[in-house]
């Protein structure tokens, strides 16, 4: 019979030694340790330990679930009008959905329980507190189509799908910017300004990306006009892995609705791109919205391949 507790100090090894049992399951970060969980799930500020809940079968962990809530408008604080089930972890077995389907009913009692009136099934920012880093792409997206066993668990609880993500990739190796008269245009009227290590704009950004080495992009009219564009970007290893990684994750890209249309995109992307490569960098990642359908053509245009998909799961209390 499955029993069922909320996180302790010593299970740290517990919930390593379940994501470990995943291995093979792409968009799941191999491998990893205590210490990197330390650093990325239990050292934040909201972390709250009813809200990773194990599963036991006798005294064996075989799952785990975690659950918490996103910000409000001004991401200054954190709410808990919508709740989501961040991980649904379970070790493989006979009875796998099972053990996954009755970790799922204690992740909405904990929601539920804190006053949640939506639950979501994956995280999606900025109601994606938790894994960034570590399951997933550049973000947290929904739950991976490679887990099937777990969307199937969402979908028998009357959760349905809100929103689908593509995990893109696209190889620097050999990159050439595009050159055309627009573009030339463009460079003799902006200038790209480059933050390294930039900082977090909101309370929220800093308890989620704090962890990550940030790089923002910002497209300037020269004479001082507001951006025509931005993106930014974080090295998707956390700070303190040793090893010099090789791949960018795209988080964020805006163009001002004045300049749509124009080729800043392009131009804006293509400086990224190619610093990076100078850099050694050898692929850039992203996750895209399947209802951005502007962004999924200019990732196209650009030669990303699709690595992945996601869905988002909603359920009304």
Not at 195 to 204: F, G, H, M, S, V
Not at 259 to 280: D, I, K, M, P, W
Request: charged share 25%; aromatic share 10%.
């Amino acid at each position: 019979m499955l029993t069922f507790r909320s996180f302790r100090n010593t299970d740290p090894p517990l919930l390593t030694a379940l994501w470990r049992s995943q291995a093979g399951q792409s968009g799941l970060l191999q491998p990893v340790s205590s210490d990197l969980f330390e650093q990325l799930i239990f050292s934040k500020l909201y972390f709250d330990y009813p809200g990773l809940i194990f599963a036991f079968d006798g005294a064996t962990a075989v799952g785990c679930v975690h659950a918490g809530f996103g910000p409000n408008q001004a991401q200054d604080r954190v709410i808990c009008d919508a709740g989501v089930t961040n991980l649904l972890l379970v070790r493989p077995g006979d009875e796998e959905e099972e053990v996954a389907s009755e970790l799922l009913l204690q992740s909405e009692a904990y929601l539920r329980g804190r006053g949640a009136k939506v639950l979501y099934g994956g995280g999606l920012r900025p109601l994606s507190p938790f894994y960034l880093g570590l399951y997933g792409g550049s973000e947290p997206s929904g739950i991976l189509d490679t887990d099937r066993p777990a969307q199937r668990v969402f979908e028998r609880h009357d959760y349905r799908v809100v929103e689908t993500a593509r995990t893109l990739e696209f190889d620097l190796t050999g990159f050439e910017p595009v050159i055309d008269r627009r573009q030339m245009q463009i460079r003799r009227q902006m200038v790209v300004e480059v933050a390294i290590d930039a900082p977090t704009r909101t309370w929220w950004e800093a308890c989620i990306l704090g962890e990550f080495d940030l790089t923002r992009f910002t497209l300037l009219p020269r004479g001082g006009a507001g951006a025509a564009a931005s993106a930014l970007f974080r090295r998707m290893e956390p700070r303190g892995i040793t090893h010099v990684g090789r791949k960018i994750g795209l988080l964020e890209f805006f163009v001002d609705p004045l300049y749509r249309r124009r080729g800043v995109a392009t131009f804006l992307l293509s400086e990224a791109f190619r610093q990076f490569h100078r850099q050694g960098i050898a692929l850039v990642e992203a996750q895209v919205l399947g209802s951005n359908v502007p962004g999924l053509n200019l990732h196209q245009k650009f030669g990303f391949r699709k690595t992945g998909e996601s869905k988002v799961y909603r359920k009304e209390v």
